[in-house]
């Protein structure tokens, strides 16, 4: 009997420690606030498991990976425009990827799901999952890879004159 009330308490230890820390990224102070349920309403399924879940898509899958045409991408939750044709380049990866984004458009967080630490690019503005920060991008521009996931993305074609 002892033990299990040992077991409930130990239970009790780490679902608290993973609500707080839940909590703490919902209280984040984000432009654009909305509850997971009115995400739910407004993003379909596979954009809502990577964006409000830091789901992944599978590489390859993404039509906007293979965008080369002049033009902004924007988050695809808020519209916030977080990068530009120009700063992507073809990593090889199967993820849309960028050597920068434009300046103070993401939040930064970092994650431990795959065991070890890295950066996460989230949506300055709604602090949606974008993807992830790594340092092996190209070395004649910023060094840096931004890997992102196609669907928390819309690409918006620049106007043609
Ligand atoms: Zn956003």
Redesign the pocket.
Known sequence: MKNLWIIAVLFGLISCKSEAQQEEQKTRDYK?KKTENEWKAELTQEEFNILRKAGTERPFSSPLDDVKESGTFV?A??G?ELYETKHKFDSGTGWPSFDRAFDGSLAMSSDRNLGYERSELL?G??G?HLGHLFDDGPRETTGKRHCINGVALKFIPKQKK
């Open positions: 654009v988050c939750a808020c916030n949506c503005d709604c949606g």
